[in-house]
C-alpha cells in the first residue's frame, strides 16, 4: 500500500478542500497554495515524525489571536526561532488542522480557540517557508485567524515563548521584516483587507 492509497487519503480530501478555500492574497500566496497541493496530492509525508525534520517538509497550523475591536493581533517571541511568531504548532499524523490549533491553543496560549469571524475554523492564509535556524526544514503552514480579546490571554508556555504582545494591525507592518515570521506583513495586509470588507 502506497501513501497515496493509505489511510490518510481521507484527510488528504480535506486539506485539499482546505487549500481550495484560501483566496490567494498576491502571486506569492498563489505560487504557495500551488505548491501544497502538489505535495499533498504526490503521496509525500505530510507529518513530522521526528524532530526537528524528518520527513524534511511537513505541516503546521499557524493561529493568530485577533482582537478586531482594537484592530490588534498577539504575536509570541518564539525562542527556537528567534522571531516574533503566530502561535501554532506541527500537526499530528492523521489530525486535522482545525483540531491542531484547538490543542496548541490550549498548550500555548492556556484558552480556549474561538474561530474569528473572518474565516471561522478555516484557514485564511497559507505559506511554504524554509527554516532559517538549526537543521534546516519546510513548513508548510495554514493560518488561521482567531477571535479573542487583549485580555483574554494571561499566560502562556514561557518554555517555547519568552515573551507574548499585542500590536495593532498598522504597527506590525512597521516592525522590522527580520523580527518577525517572514510572511508577517503579507499576512497582516490580507487580514486588514479583509477587515476592511
Known sequence: MTAIDGPDVPLRSRLTEL??????????????LTTAAEWIASGAPLYRLRK?????????????????????????????????????GHVEPM????????????????TEALPSAVSGNRPFFLTVTRTRRYEQHTDVSLWYV????????????????????????RQVLAEPGDTLDPHMHRFTGKLMAALAR
Open 19 to 32: 487549500l481550495e478555500g484560501v483566496v490567494p492574497w498576491d502571486e506569492q500566496e498563489r505560487a504557495h
Open 52 to 88: 526537528p525534520d524528518v520527513p524534511p517538509m511537513h505541516l503546521v497550523s499557524y493561529f493568530v489571536a485577533l482582537d478586531e475591536a482594537r484592530a490588534e493581533l498577539l504575536l509570541v517571541a518564539h525562542r527556537k526561532a528567534g522571531l516574533w511568531l503566530p502561535s501554532g
Open 95 to 110: 489530525e486535522d488542522p482545525w483540531d491542531t490549533v484547538l490543542r496548541e491553543c490550549r498548550e500555548e496560549l492556556h
Open 146 to 169: 482567531l477571535r479573542s480579546t487583549a485580555g483574554a490571554v494571561t499566560s502562556f508556555d514561557e518554555g517555547e515563548f519568552e515573551a507574548i504582545k499585542w500590536l495593532p494591525l
